[in-house]
């Protein structure tokens, strides 16, 4: 008596049904990833945290020679001309300092210098500085690894920055790694307004190196050159940062619409050190958290001592949250 | 089986590789290594179920590494694995010019395929002529990169597996003694 054989058609009905498995599985992780997505981003469960985990150091050993190559050569070609260059720089250095100055003076006799000092005070952002490790290898994606993860207090949906403007936001964290979305991905986009005419609108990413800004064409004042600046709507950026600078507009076919394309004020191609912003000041908890309770914040709410009259705005603005809020 | 767990580090070891050329190349130009091991699974393993398996593990892979929906990647490579593995059990793509046709017409569909899940899923923009040029450029880095993936892949499954691998004849569904396989 021979072993026993399994039916053709029971084997066919096997593979069909695992592999039916095998696609609900991962339709169904999409579908969940993008609810997660929208509630601010997520932290990675510990069997998916490993492979964050080990991609960080990994990606920045194999990435380290071709680094080193491209730095090398790079700084060789900066070289030349690097001192024509510097005497520029020092001259216009000079002139900016001389404005400074003089705008300096402006504001310290219109009495502003201490108010924006003591506003400084209170929406101060801690920024932990991190380190790209790696970039996202799908051409179809705009992502980035960087070296701080929950153990640094990086938590999903933290903004990311550089000196020169806004770089995306986390979306992933596992204990020393986190998943960061570039402002040019398909899938990011920020409310955000022109600097000099304060309109409004949305900044989108296309998957490109340039982004779209689109706004309403009625009453607003838009040209090529304009800044275009975080609105702080939106609950994820904080006023003010740097998005990019318009390059061109575009009519987007539709009478209420146009759109603008816009350079990222960050070369967002060579990034290697970003600033993670730790949590939001507590004028911003409380803008952005104006309806939930205050025991609710993951910190209590602190009311900066150095400014008399910037202490009784804030109570007044906590009693109003707080009436809001009942 | 000693080829599946072998397959898996390949697969992973090359995103790492892709990782580092990621670096260099601007993004369509750099050939998706990890996704090309699933292409070479699908024309050259004939084990069907470990293949199908091996290509989601690797999909899964990518998508903690890509900033992709968890899930897009190990959904599109099951179904590059399903649709390699049904063209080689059905046409001869043994040759070097069949097989570069078949990974750029890949891409292409990969590509296109991506961007509409995420204008699906996200409501991102719908895909137009940049993407499908994007794509083309993708295509093309991938079939370069194809040859020497495939050759390395079938080197390791003779390396590994207990059986031939059957580049000329038509592969089976697994289905043919044993069990599954």
Same mark, same amino acid.
């Given at each position: 008596?021979?072993?026993?054989?399994m039916?053709?058609?029971?084997?066919?009905?096997?593979?069909?049904?695992?592999v039916?498995?095998?696609?609900?599985?991962?339709?169904?992780?999409?579908?969940?990833?993008?609810?997660?997505?929208?509630?601010g981003?997520?932290?990675?469960?510990?069997?998916?945290?490993?492979?964050?985990?080990?991609?960080?150091?990994?990606?920045?050993?194999v990435?380290?020679?071709?680094?080193?190559?491209?730095?090398?050569f790079s700084?060789?070609?900066?070289?030349?001309?690097?001192?024509?260059?510097?005497?520029r720089?020092?001259?216009?250095?000079?002139?900016?300092?001389?404005?400074?100055?003089?705008?300096?003076?402006?504001?310290?006799?219109s009495?502003h210098?201490?108010?924006?000092?003591?506003?400084?005070?209170?929406?101060?952002?801690?920024?932990?500085?991190?380190?790209?490790?790696?970039?996202d290898?799908?051409?179809?994606?705009?992502? !980035?690894?960087? +070296?701080?993860? &929950?153990?640094?207090? $990086?938590?999903?949906?933290?903004? /990311?920055? @550089?000196? *020169?403007?806004? #770089?995306?936001?986390?979306?992933?964290?596992?204990?020393?790694?986190?998943?960061?979305?570039?402002?040019?991905?398909?899938?990011?986009?920020?409310?955000?307004?022109v600097?000099?005419?304060?309109?409004?609108?949305?900044?989108r990413? !296309?998957?490109? +190196?340039?982004? &779209?800004?689109?706004? $309403?064409?009625?009453?607003s004042? /838009?040209? @090529?050159? *304009?800044?275009? #600046?975080?609105?702080?709507?939106?609950?994820?950026?904080?006023?003010?940062?740097?998005?990019?600078?318009?390059?061109?507009l575009?009519?987007a076919g539709?009478?209420?619409?146009?759109i603008?394309?816009?350079e990222?004020?960050?070369?967002?191609?060579?990034?290697?050190?970003?600033?993670?912003?730790?949590?939001?000041?507590?004028?911003m908890?409380?803008?952005?958290?104006?309806?939930?309770l205050?025991?609710?914040?993951?910190?209590?709410?602190?009311?900066?001592s150095?400014?008399?009259?910037?202490?009784?705005?804030m109570?007044?603005?906590?009693r109003?949250?707080?009436?809001?809020?009942q | 089986?000693?080829?599946?767990?072998?397959?898996?580090v390949?697969?992973?070891?090359?995103?790492?590789?892709?990782?580092?050329?990621?670096?260099?190349?601007?993004?369509?130009?750099?050939?998706?290594l990890?996704?090309?091991?699933v292409?070479?699974?699908?024309?050259?393993?004939?084990?069907?179920?470990l293949?199908?398996?091996?290509?989601t593990t690797?999909?899964?892979g990518?998508?903690?590494?890509?900033?992709?929906?968890?899930?897009?990647?190990?959904?599109?490579?099951?179904?590059?694995?399903?649709?390699?593995?049904?063209?080689?059990?059905q046409l001869?793509?043994?040759?070097?010019?069949?097989?570069?046709?078949?990974?750029?017409?890949?891409?292409?569909?990969?590509?296109?395929?991506?961007?509409?899940?995420?204008?699906?899923?996200?409501?991102?923009?719908?895909?137009?002529?940049?993407?499908?040029?994007?794509?083309?450029?993708?295509?093309?880095?991938?079939?370069?990169?194809?040859?020497?993936v495939?050759?390395?892949?079938?080197?390791?499954?003779?390396?590994?597996?207990?059986?031939?691998v059957?580049?000329?004849a038509?592969?089976?569904?697994?289905?043919?003694?044993g069990?599954f396989?």
């Amino acid at each position: 008596m021979g072993p026993r054989v399994m039916p053709d058609w029971l084997k066919r009905l096997g593979i069909l049904l695992i592999v039916a498995f095998l696609i609900l599985l991962t339709i169904t992780s999409m579908v969940s990833d993008r609810r997660a997505i929208a509630d601010g981003g997520r932290e990675l469960p510990w069997w998916q945290a490993i492979v964050l985990e080990v991609a960080a150091p990994v990606q920045r050993v194999v990435s380290a020679p071709v680094d080193g190559a491209r730095d090398f050569f790079s700084n060789y070609v900066d070289l030349i001309g690097a001192k024509a260059e510097n005497r520029r720089l020092r001259r216009r250095i000079a002139e900016v300092e001389s404005e400074n100055l003089q705008f300096r003076e402006a504001l310290v006799t219109s009495g502003h210098l201490a108010r924006v000092a003591s506003m400084r005070d209170e929406i101060e952002i801690p920024l932990l500085p991190a380190e790209v490790v790696g970039i996202d290898v799908a051409p179809w994606f705009r992502s !980035v690894l960087v +070296d701080r993860g &929950e153990e640094h207090g $990086v938590r999903p949906g933290y903004p /990311v920055i @550089t000196y *020169d403007g806004v #770089v995306g936001s986390v979306t992933a964290t596992s204990a020393h790694a986190a998943k960061t979305m570039l402002i040019l991905d398909r899938q990011s986009s920020i409310d955000a307004v022109v600097q000099r005419s304060r309109a409004r609108g949305v900044v989108r990413g !296309v998957g490109r +190196d340039q982004l &779209e800004f689109e706004f $309403v064409v009625r009453e607003s004042d /838009v040209t @090529t050159g *304009d800044e275009i #600046v975080t609105s702080g709507l939106g609950g994820m950026y904080p006023k003010g940062l740097r998005i990019g600078r318009i390059s061109e507009l575009r009519d987007a076919g539709g009478r209420l619409t146009k759109i603008a394309i816009v350079e990222p004020a960050v070369d967002l191609g060579r990034l290697e050190q970003v600033f993670v912003m730790l949590r939001r000041g507590p004028i911003m908890d409380l803008l952005y958290h104006s309806n939930r309770l205050e025991e609710e914040l993951e910190d209590p709410i602190f009311v900066p001592s150095a400014n008399k009259d910037s202490n009784v705005n804030m109570d007044e603005a906590m009693r109003n949250a707080q009436n809001g809020k009942q | 089986m000693k080829s599946f767990p072998v397959l898996i580090v390949l697969g992973l070891l090359a995103l790492m590789v892709q990782g580092a050329i990621a670096r260099m190349v601007p993004p369509p130009w750099c050939p998706d290594l990890g996704w090309l091991v699933v292409v070479a699974l699908g024309l050259r393993w004939p084990r069907f179920l470990l293949g199908a398996l091996a290509s989601t593990t690797l999909g899964y892979g990518m998508d903690l590494v890509s900033g992709s929906l968890m899930g897009q990647h190990a959904f599109l490579r099951l179904l590059t694995y399903l649709a390699a593995a049904f063209a080689a059990r059905q046409l001869d793509l043994s040759g070097g010019i069949p097989t570069s046709i078949f990974v750029f017409a890949a891409t292409m569909v990969y590509g296109v395929s991506v961007v509409s899940m995420l204008s699906f899923f996200v409501g991102a923009e719908g895909f137009d002529f940049q993407v499908l040029s994007d794509a083309f450029c993708h295509g093309l880095a991938n079939v370069v990169a194809a040859g020497p993936v495939i050759s390395l892949v079938e080197r390791i499954l003779v390396q590994f597996s207990d059986q031939e691998v059957a580049r000329r004849a038509p592969l089976s569904m697994g289905l043919h003694g044993g069990g599954f396989r």
